[in-house]
């Protein structure tokens, strides 16, 4: 199933909003749970760092949330991979990722 996630570079601070860019860009996303995701990018994100983050699930519902930068890991191509969680996501938008899980691993046997 589809999932597209845009991620808008724009950092989230105690003191203030640093805008890194306007510009949105897509990631390729390799986990999603109810609790946060992973994703592979060519763009460099720091860790502990937060982002603006629109969740396009395959039913075309848009989930808006922001990502925590918790994990990172540089592959032997360059790319690396993110580990983030979702902040401040609310309880009915991580009921329609739950509900995407269980339909996935349905569709995989």
């Known amino acids: 199933?589809?999932?597209?996630?845009?991620?808008?570079?724009?950092?989230?601070?105690?003191?203030?909003?640093?805008?890194?860019?306007?510009?949105?860009?897509?990631?390729?996303?390799?986990?999603?749970?109810k609790d946060g995701l992973a994703f592979v990018s060519d763009e460099k994100f720091e860790?502990?760092?937060?982002?603006?983050?629109e969740v396009l699930l395959w039913t075309k519902e848009k989930i808006q949330t922001v990502l925590e930068v918790v994990r990172t890991e540089t592959h032997e191509d360059g790319r690396t991979l993110f580990g983030c969680r979702f902040i401040g996501i609310m309880p009915v938008d991580q009921l329609k990722i739950q509900i995407y899980e269980m339909v996935s691993e349905l569709t995989e046997r």
């Open 1 to 33: 199933m589809d999932i597209d996630v845009r991620i808008k570079l724009s950092t989230v601070d105690n003191n203030s909003a640093n805008v890194i860019s306007d510009r949105e860009i897509d990631v390729d996303v390799v986990n999603l749970s």
């Open 47 to 53: 860790l502990n760092t937060y982002y603006d983050t």
